[in-house]
C-alpha cells in the first residue's frame, strides 16, 4: 500500500484549504472556459441497477437450453455528477468500469435498468456522440504523428460546416491544452517502432475526444500503465479542463495523495453498492463520524479502499469467507451512508427532475452534421495508405515474392511446346501452380480487419465513420496496391514465359481469370477477418478451406469418383472454377502435335478438355459461367464480410 509522507494533521489542513477554496473554484468553473467551448454538463442517474447473465458452462458459444447464472454488479445506484473533477473509486471488482460504461451509454442494455439523464433530459441514441470517452488501453493509430491523429478525429467528427483552417485551429487548441507541442510531428508508435511516452499517449487519447468540445468528457482509469510521476502530470491537464467548464467523469483506482486532491467529488463502490457520494473535502469527516478514522502517513485514497474491502471495519465480520466478508461490510457501510445528512442532501438534490416528465429530443444525431459519407471514406483511405506507405513491408513483400514465384514459374514452364505429352501435363501443372499461388497468397488479406479490431470497435461505437464507408474504404486500400498491380505484374511475367496462346484476347482473359480468383481468396479471407478474433485460428481456417477447395478443384483428384456426400463441395471451390477458366483459356483453338513427329498436329485442345482436364465447354458460356460463379461467389464472401462487421459487438 502507498503512503503519502504527509501526516493527518497536515492533510486535515490541506482538505481545509480545499474546502475553503471549493466554492470559490466552483464559480469559476463555467467562466474559465476558451470561447467556442460547450459548458459543462450535469450527469443525474437515478435507481441503477445492472445485472450480468452468464451460462455456467461453454460460455464461449451462448446456447439458449443451457442453464443461465445471474450476477448483480450495481445495486440501486443513484447520483449527480456536475462540472469538475468527478472520480469513481472502489477496490477491484467493484463495479466501477460498469458504472462508468453505463453513464456513457457503452454497456449493453440487457440486464440494465435505472435512468441516466444529462442535463435533466433522457439518454438518447446519440448521447455518446455528444460525449468524449476515452478507453483505458492506448487505442490509436501508431503509425500516425499526434498531430494527424487528432485532425483524424477532427475532420470525421467536427461539423462539416466549419472550414478546413478552424479544425486545424481546433487541433492546435488541443495540443496547447494538452500540452503536446513538443510531439505534435512525432509518430505515436507501434509494437515495433518506439515513439512518444506513456503520458503523451494517454494524453493524445483524451485529444482526440477534446477535439469535439464536448461538455462532458468519460475516462476509464486514466492512470493506468503510468508512473506516478507521468500519472499526476495527466491528471493536472484533466483538472485543468475541469476549470475551464468541463465536466470529468473518470474511474480511478488507487491515486496517489496528489491526485486524490484534484478530486471535486468522489463516488464510493463497494461491491456494488454506493458507500459514499459528495465532496471529496468531506469523505474523511464522514468516515470518522462512523468509527473509521484516517492513520497519520496513510493515503486518503487507500484508506478508502481498505474501509470498503472490510480491512479497517471496527465491526468484526465471519473471516471465513472473504466474498462474503466484503459483501456484509458493503452492505453495512451502504445502511450507514443512506442514513447519513450527506445522503440527505443528494436527495434534495435529485428531488426536482426525479419523476418529472422528460424530453427526450434534446440531442440531433452528429450524422447530420459531421462529414459526408465520401468524406468519411477519403479520410479512412487517406489514413490507411499512409500507415502502408510508412510501414510498407507487407506491399513491397507482396510485390517481391509476386515476381519470385512468377519468375520461378516462368523458368519451371519456360516456353512449353505444343506436343500432345509434355506439352498438355506442362500446361496443366503449370496452371495449377499457378491459381495455387493466387490463392494461397490471399492469406495476407486476414489482417484487414483483424488487426484494427479494437480501433474500429471504438471509433465506430464513438461517431467516427459509419461501417459502410469503413468497409469500402479498406477494401479499395487494399484491392489496388496488394491484388490489382501484383496480379497484373504476375500475369505479364507468367503468360509471356510459358508461352501461352500470344493473343490479346487470351491474354485479357487470363489476366481477369487471374484478378478474379485472386479477389474471391480475399473476399474469404476478409469474411475470416471479419469474423474470428485471433489471428492464428483465422489462419488456420483459411488454409484448411482453401486446401479442401484445391483437393475438389478437378486437378489431384477425379470428382466424379468422390463420394456423393462430399461431392458438392466441388460447387464452391475456387479452385475449380479458376482452373476451368485458364484450361478453357488456353486449350481452346490450340492444336497440339504427336509427340513422335511434332509437324504433324491433328489433335484439337477440345478434346484435350473433354477426356484429360474433363472439363465441359461446348460454347462460350461455359467459359464465361466459371467467371459468374467467381464473382457471385466474392460478393457473397464481402456482403457476409459486412454483415460481421455490422453484428460486431460495439458495447461492453
Given at each position: 500500500m502507498v503512503h503519502s509522507d504527509l501526516?493527518?494533521?497536515?492533510?486535515?489542513?490541506?482538505?481545509?484549504?480545499?474546502e475553503e477554496n471549493q466554492s470559490l473554484n466552483q464559480s469559476k468553473v463555467a467562466n474559465q472556459h476558451s470561447p467556442g467551448e460547450r459548458q459543462g454538463s450535469s450527469i443525474t442517474f437515478y435507481s441503477l441497477n445492472y445485472t450480468i447473465r452468464t451460462q455456467k458452462c461453454c460460455n464461449l458459444c451462448p446456447l439458449p437450453f443451457l442453464t443461465k447464472k445471474?450476477?448483480?454488479?450495481l445495486y440501486d445506484i443513484n447520483g449527480v455528477f456536475k462540472p469538475g473533477m468527478n472520480a469513481i473509486?472502489?477496490?477491484?471488482?467493484?463495479?466501477?468500469?460498469?458504472?462508468?460504461?453505463?453513464?456513457?451509454?457503452?454497456k449493453d442494455r440487457q440486464g440494465l435498468d435505472g435512468e441516466v439523464l444529462m442535463d435533466g433530459q433522457r439518454q438518447t441514441d446519440d448521447f455518446k456522440y455528444q460525449v468524449g470517452?476515452?478507453?483505458?488501453?492506448?487505442?490509436?493509430?501508431?503509425?500516425?504523428?499526434?498531430?494527424?491523429?487528432?485532425?483524424?478525429?477532427?475532420?470525421?467528427?467536427?461539423?462539416?460546416?466549419?472550414?478546413?483552417?478552424?479544425?486545424?485551429?481546433?487541433?492546435?487548441?488541443?495540443?496547447?491544452?494538452?500540452?503536446?507541442?513538443?510531439?505534435?510531428?512525432?509518430?505515436?508508435?507501434?509494437?515495433?517502432?518506439?515513439?512518444?511516452?506513456?503520458g503523451e499517449r494517454k494524453r493524445t487519447n483524451i485529444g482526440m475526444e477534446l477535439v469535439l468540445s464536448p461538455s462532458v468528457l468519460f475516462l476509464d482509469e486514466p492512470t493506468t500503465g503510468l508512473d506516478s510521476s507521468t500519472a499526476r502530470n495527466v491528471m493536472e491537464y484533466l483538472h485543468e479542463l475541469s476549470r475551464r467548464g468541463r465536466t470529468i467523469i473518470f474511474s480511478i483506482h488507487q491515486p496517489r495523495y496528489s491526485i486524490f486532491k484534484l478530486f471535486d467529488t468522489i463516488f464510493l463502490l463497494a461491491a456494488g453498492h454506493c458507500v459514499y457520494h459528495g465532496p471529496a473535502n468531506a469523505v474523511l469527516p464522514y468516515f470518522s463520524s462512523i468509527g473509521?478514522?484516517?492513520?497519520?502517513?496513510?493515503?486518503?485514497?487507500?484508506?478508502?479502499?481498505?474501509?470498503?474491502?472490510?480491512?479497517?471495519?471496527s465491526v468484526s465480520t465471519d473471516e471465513s469467507n472473504s466474498d462474503k466478508k466484503h459483501e456484509q461490510n458493503a452492505h453495512r457501510l451502504h445502511d450507514l451512508y443512506v442514513k447519513s445528512d450527506i445522503y440527505a442532501s443528494l436527495l434534495q438534490v435529485l428531488a426536482p427532475t426525479n419523476g418529472r416528465q422528460l424530453d427526450t429530443a434534446v440531442y440531433h444525431p452528429t450524422s447530420n452534421t459531421s462529414t459526408s459519407r465520401f468524406g468519411e471514406m477519403l479520410y479512412v483511405s487517406q489514413r490507411t495508405l499512409r500507415t502502408a506507405f510508412r510501414n510498407p513491408t507487407l506491399v513491397i513483400m507482396q510485390t517481391v515474392v509476386t515476381v519470385l514465384f512468377a519468375t520461378l514459374v516462368g523458368l519451371i514452364y519456360l516456353q512449353i511446346d505444343r506436343s500432345e505429352d509434355t506439352g498438355v501435363k506442362n500446361r496443366m501443372g503449370a496452371i495449377f501452380f499457378i491459381v495455387t499461388n493466387q490463392v494461397m497468397a490471399n492469406l495476407?488479406?486476414?489482417?484487414?480487419?483483424?488487426?484494427?479490431?479494437v480501433l474500429f470497435i471504438h471509433e465506430n461505437a464513438s461517431g467516427y465513420y459509419h461501417v459502410s464507408t469503413y468497409f469500402f474504404a479498406k477494401l479499395l486500400c487494399d484491392m489496388i496496391p496488394l491484388r490489382l498491380i501484383p496480379s497484373m505484374i504476375f500475369s505479364i511475367i507468367v503468360y509471356f514465359m510459358i508461352g501461352f496462346q500470344q493473343t490479346l484476347a487470351k491474354f485479357f482473359i487470363f489476366y481477369l481469370a487471374i484478378f478474379t480468383t485472386t479477389t474471391c481468396g480475399a473476399a474469404f479471407c476478409f469474411l475470416l477477418s471479419a469474423s474470428v478474433e485471433v489471428f492464428g485460428i483465422a489462419n488456420l481456417l483459411a488454409a484448411m478451406t482453401f486446401v479442401l477447395m484445391m483437393v475438389f478443384g478437378g486437378f489431384l483428384v477425379e470428382i466424379s469418383s468422390v463420394v456423393n456426400f462430399l461431392s458438392w463441395i466441388k460447387w464452391v471451390s475456387i479452385f475449380r472454377?479458376?482452373?476451368?477458366?485458364?484450361?478453357?483459356?488456353?486449350?481452346?483453338?490450340?492444336?497440339?502435335?504427336?509427340?513422335?513427329?511434332?509437324?504433324?498436329?491433328?489433335?484439337?485442345?477440345t478434346y484435350i478438355l473433354h477426356n484429360v482436364a474433363h472439363i465441359e465447354y461446348e460454347n462460350e458460356w461455359d467459359l464465361w459461367k466459371n467467371f459468374v460463379a467467381l464473382g457471385s461467389m466474392t460478393v457473397l464472401f464481402l456482403i457476409l464480410a459486412y454483415i460481421q462487421l455490422l453484428r460486431m459487438k460495439k458495447t461492453k
Open positions: 501526516s493527518c494533521s497536515s492533510k486535515a489542513k490541506s482538505m481545509t484549504d480545499i445471474h450476477q448483480r454488479i473509486l472502489g477496490p477491484t471488482g467493484s463495479g466501477k468500469s460498469s458504472l462508468l460504461d453505463i453513464l456513457a451509454d457503452r470517452y476515452v478507453v483505458q488501453e492506448d487505442i490509436i493509430s501508431g503509425t500516425l504523428t499526434v498531430r494527424e491523429n487528432l485532425a483524424f478525429s477532427a475532420n470525421l467528427r467536427v461539423s462539416k460546416a466549419m472550414s478546413r483552417e478552424s479544425k486545424k485551429a481546433i487541433v492546435q487548441q488541443v495540443i496547447e491544452q494538452l500540452g503536446l507541442e513538443k510531439c505534435a510531428e512525432s509518430r505515436v508508435g507501434t509494437e515495433l517502432a518506439r515513439g512518444i511516452s506513456g473509521y478514522d484516517c492513520e497519520q502517513h496513510d493515503n486518503p485514497a487507500d484508506f478508502l479502499l481498505d474501509v470498503t474491502q472490510g480491512d479497517c471495519s495476407s488479406a486476414i489482417e484487414l480487419f483483424l488487426k484494427e479490431r472454377y479458376s482452373f476451368n477458366i485458364i484450361n478453357i483459356n488456353e486449350f481452346s483453338d490450340l492444336t497440339l502435335c504427336l509427340k513422335t513427329n511434332k509437324t504433324i498436329c491433328p489433335i484439337n485442345g
